[in-house]
């Protein structure tokens, strides 16, 4: 009902309503112990490499007793594989390895039950776009959730020299413009935080004077959002020499950052960009100093870099991530597979000599683009299958610009009247397009071992 309102009323309305949600969402993130865990990040970057030891041991050691005596998941598993509440008390580091992995599927069957600590704070879930199957479910008390936005403040916003309380644009996954043949403008405005939000649904050369022209009225000090989502804004300012407004720096995150794409979003947006990983389920930071050196955050929990056997990999060499966070109490993610791959440094020397762990690449996926009739590029398709807990893989195939196939992997509670909840979805991004399911058995897999989300088989996507 708050949907077929919201869609129904005048732009100037759902800024109102965007603004509302912005004020709660505010004091949410940056309220209690927000301000304290920023001060204790900031104490954290002077560690010299022992200090880190002792602190990830400390800390590791808390987590495992937490999760061994409040989430009955992990009592269950690590009994069976012989693991005592006395062991966890004495565990090094280097024992993290004997610990059987988080799989991704644990984490969609078990993360509302089982996984969750039964001495947890309350809170709420968040999932995740759900691009590779059905989305998984982070439980994000208000605690977590502070720690989590400072940890963000610290080491993303302030290693690039700006702060929450600057006038920001973001593209993200929201969906503030319901429909996808509208008229501008192609932004909310969200007062509360002096957040302008723009579609990532809607972006063309076509609409692209209007992203502009959003940038210009909310005076943004810096845009943050989708990698892939900037870049092709990017491409059409360049492409119809746009003047943008003065930015001090472009955020991105979710998706792989090519060296073309940074390349090309500075040219557009005249600053320099940096980059992040993490995901919804927040086990995990890295990001970009000012030097460029992208830095693991090791307050926010351990990486492993592992092979295709789970041997932790050497510097200079590219792994799989095997993420245990250490800063969510109430959903504990113990080497969660988190489905990523890195390449470490080979030279563990950084700027100002900094003790974090140093990356030379986040690898990640590259998506392929998908094109609407209207013009509108995407890489993703946030939410399509959220709620849909049967389907276990999926993959996105654009044939032609009306004609896209559904490839699922499902289980045996799926029934086929799903079809017409996902086709409404896609069509609400895309506009009329003809949709075929094809329900397979596996989703064939690329060369490193990965299955793309998204394909296009449009020449020059």
Same mark, same amino acid.
């Given at each position: 009902?708050?949907?077929?309102?919201?869609?129904?009323?005048?732009?100037?309305?759902? =800024?109102?309503?965007?603004?509302?949600?912005?004020?709660?969402?505010?004091?949410?993130?940056?309220?209690?112990?927000?301000?304290?865990?920023?001060?204790?990040?900031?104490?954290?970057? !002077?560690?010299?490499?022992?200090?880190?030891?002792?602190?990830?041991?400390?800390?590791?050691?808390?987590?495992?007793?937490?999760?061994?005596? *409040?989430?009955?998941?992990?009592?269950?598993?690590?009994?069976?594989?012989?693991? *005592?509440?006395?062991?966890?008390?004495?565990?090094?580091?280097?024992?993290?390895?004997?610990?059987?992995?988080?799989?991704?599927?644990?984490?969609?069957?078990?993360? *509302?039950?089982?996984?969750?600590?039964?001495?947890? %704070?309350?809170?709420?879930?968040? &999932?995740?776009?759900?691009?590779?199957?059905?989305?998984?479910?982070?439980?994000?008390?208000? /605690?977590?959730?502070?720690?989590?936005?400072?940890?963000?403040?610290?080491?993303?916003?302030?290693?690039?020299?700006?702060?929450?309380?600057?006038?920001?644009?973001?593209?993200?996954?929201?969906?503030?413009?319901?429909?996808? %043949?509208? =008229?501008?403008?192609?932004?909310?405005?969200?007062?509360?935080?002096?957040?302008?939000?723009?579609?990532?649904?809607?972006?063309?050369?076509?609409?692209?004077?209007?992203?502009?022209?959003?940038?210009?009225?909310? !005076?943004?000090?810096?845009?943050?959002?989708?990698?892939?989502?900037?870049?092709?804004?990017?491409?059409?300012?360049? %492409?119809? =020499?746009?003047?943008?407004?003065?930015?001090?720096?472009?955020?991105?995150?979710?998706?792989?950052?090519?060296?073309?794409?940074?390349?090309?979003?500075?040219?557009?947006? /005249?600053?320099?960009?940096?980059?992040?990983? &993490?995901?919804?389920?927040?086990?995990?930071?890295?990001?970009?100093?000012?030097?460029?050196?992208?830095?693991? &955050?090791?307050?926010?929990?351990?990486?492993?870099?592992?092979?295709?056997?789970?041997?932790?990999?050497?510097?200079?060499?590219?792994?799989?991530?095997?993420?245990?966070?250490?800063? =969510?109490?109430?959903?504990?993610?113990?080497?969660?597979?988190?489905?990523?791959?890195?390449?470490?440094?080979?030279?563990?020397?950084?700027?100002?000599?900094?003790?974090?762990?140093?990356?030379?690449?986040?690898?990640?996926?590259?998506?392929?683009?998908?094109?609407?009739?209207?013009?509108?590029?995407?890489?993703?398709?946030?939410?399509?299958?959220?709620?849909?807990?049967?389907?276990?893989?999926?993959?996105?195939?654009?044939?032609?610009?009306?004609?896209?196939?559904? /490839?699922?992997?499902?289980?045996?509670?799926?029934?086929?009247?799903?079809?017409?909840?996902?086709?409404?979805?896609?069509?609400?991004?895309?506009?009329?397009?003809?949709?075929?399911?094809?329900?397979? !058995?596996?989703?064939? /897999? *690329?060369?490193?071992? !990965?299955? %793309?989300?998204?394909?296009?088989?449009?020449?020059?996507?």
């Amino acid at each position: 009902m708050i949907k077929q309102i919201y869609a129904k009323s005048p732009v100037f309305l759902q =800024n109102i309503y965007i603004s509302i949600y912005g004020y709660y969402w505010k004091r949410r993130r940056y309220g209690g112990c927000f301000m304290q865990k920023i001060k204790e990040f900031e104490s954290h970057e !002077k560690f010299s490499d022992k200090q880190w030891v002792d602190y990830q041991t400390a800390e590791l050691r808390k987590l495992l007793i937490h999760a061994f005596t *409040t989430v009955s998941f992990y009592n269950t598993l690590y009994k069976k594989h012989g693991f *005592t509440l006395q062991d966890l008390k004495f565990f090094e580091l280097e024992d993290l390895q004997k610990l059987p992995y988080l799989e991704k599927e644990d984490l969609r069957k078990f993360g *509302t039950t089982t996984l969750l600590s039964n001495k947890r %704070k309350r809170g709420e879930f968040y &999932s995740s776009s759900g691009s590779t199957g059905t989305p998984i479910q982070i439980y994000f008390s208000k /605690k977590f959730h502070q720690t989590w936005s400072a940890l963000y403040e610290v080491r993303v916003r302030n290693w690039a020299g700006v702060n929450y309380k600057m006038p920001r644009a973001m593209i993200g996954g929201r969906r503030v413009i319901l429909d996808t %043949k509208t =008229n501008p403008p192609y932004y909310r405005y969200n007062w509360a935080e002096s957040q302008s939000y723009f579609s990532a649904y809607h972006i063309s050369d076509i609409t692209a004077k209007d992203y502009v022209l959003g940038l210009q009225k909310s !005076k943004a000090r810096y845009l943050v959002g989708y990698a892939m989502s900037i870049y092709l804004l990017a491409q059409s300012i360049i %492409k119809l =020499n746009l003047k943008t407004p003065k930015l001090k720096v472009v955020l991105t995150s979710s998706e792989k950052l090519t060296p073309l794409m940074r390349d090309i979003i500075e040219k557009a947006f /005249k600053c320099k960009v940096f980059d992040a990983y &993490s995901g919804v389920e927040a086990c995990g930071l890295i990001s970009e100093n000012k030097r460029g050196e992208l830095l693991f &955050s090791q307050d926010s929990g351990i990486m492993e870099v592992v092979d295709n056997k789970g041997k932790l990999v050497n510097y200079g060499q590219s792994g799989e991530v095997i993420a245990t966070g250490f800063l =969510n109490y109430d959903q504990p993610l113990i080497r969660y597979r988190i489905g990523d791959k890195v390449k470490l440094s080979t030279s563990q020397h950084t700027f100002l000599d900094s003790k974090m762990l140093k990356i030379d690449e986040i690898e990640g996926r590259t998506e392929d683009i998908i094109i609407g009739q209207s013009g509108q590029k995407m890489v993703r398709f946030h939410s399509i299958f959220i709620g849909i807990s049967s389907i276990i893989m999926s993959q996105v195939i654009q044939h032609s610009l009306n004609k896209i196939e559904i /490839k699922l992997v499902v289980d045996s509670s799926y029934s086929v009247d799903y079809e017409s909840i996902i086709t409404g979805r896609i069509k609400s991004q895309l506009g009329e397009v003809k949709i075929g399911f094809c329900y397979v !058995k596996e989703i064939e /897999k *690329t060369i490193n071992g !990965k299955f %793309k989300t998204v394909i296009s088989n449009i020449k020059n996507a």
